[in-house]
């Protein structure tokens, strides 16, 4: 009677894992409100951000052409690059999304990644707002470009604490965005995958 027993525990326990690892890959990859189908959903959209952009103001780039103020050019190179930063993200997801190799191991370097990017671009586009706020500054020193001259007309105290409040503003706001649109995502998809056995 006791072997019987344990026999079924053993069976029961070598079959537990599997079980457990069928159900997570269930909800990481068949679920439409999973992580990885909310990620994916999320980084498509944002693809169209840039071309709609794009389109919406086509008439100003082709009637300025290049004589664009350096601004305008860094606030198109922000859009740029939160446009390369989906684009690599969607095709990490649609790895993600085709399994191969050991499917906990392929998981966890690409959740890896892409939480590292997201990390990484959040410093990028602070930093990017701290160039353009430079830019800013040295265009009304050295006169470079006259569509900013009224930003030399504020008192240079005054300018300061807009650039810092805007600068701190914009790295809160940025921080819970990408926390809210895909860094919970992660998070989840991460809890699962350390689920797996």
């Known amino acids: 009677m006791e072997l019987d027993q344990f026999r079924d525990m053993w069976a029961k326990s070598a079959t537990q894992p599997s079980a457990i690892n069928y159900n997570i890959t269930e909800l990481i990859y068949r679920d439409a409100k999973g992580p990885l189908a909310m990620l994916e959903k999320k980084f498509k959209a944002t693809l169209y951000i840039f071309p709609f952009v794009m389109i919406l103001f086509s008439g100003t780039f082709i009637s300025n052409g290049v004589n664009q103020s350096v601004i305008t050019w860094l606030l198109f190179s922000i859009l740029f690059i939160e446009f390369l930063f989906a684009l690599f993200n969607y095709i990490t997801v649609k790895q993600i999304q085709?399994?191969?190799?050991?499917?906990?191991?392929?998981?966890?370097?690409?959740?890896?990644?892409?939480?590292?990017?997201?990390?990484?671009?959040?410093?990028?586009?602070?930093?990017?707002?701290?160039?353009?706020?430079?830019?800013?500054?040295?265009?009304?020193?050295?006169?470079?470009?006259?569509?900013?001259?009224?930003?030399?007309?504020?008192?240079?105290?005054?300018?300061?604490?807009?650039?810092?409040?805007?600068?701190?503003?914009?790295?809160?706001?940025?921080?819970?965005?990408?926390?809210?649109?895909?860094?919970?995502?992660?998070?989840?998809?991460?809890?699962?995958?350390?689920?797996?056995?």
Request: glycine letters at 4%; zero cysteines; a positive charge.
């Open 98 to 197: 085709q399994p191969t190799g050991n499917v906990k191991d392929n998981l966890l370097k690409r959740a890896f990644l892409l939480q590292q990017r997201n990390h990484n671009y959040l410093h990028l586009y602070v930093g990017l707002y701290v160039l353009m706020a430079a830019l800013l500054e040295l265009s009304v020193y050295f006169d470079f470009d006259t569509s900013h001259n009224w930003w030399g007309h504020i008192a240079p105290l005054l300018r300061a604490t807009i650039i810092i409040v805007f600068l701190i503003a914009q790295y809160i706001v940025k921080r819970h965005s990408q926390k809210k649109m895909y860094g919970q995502y992660i998070d989840k998809l991460n809890e699962l995958i350390g689920q797996m056995e």
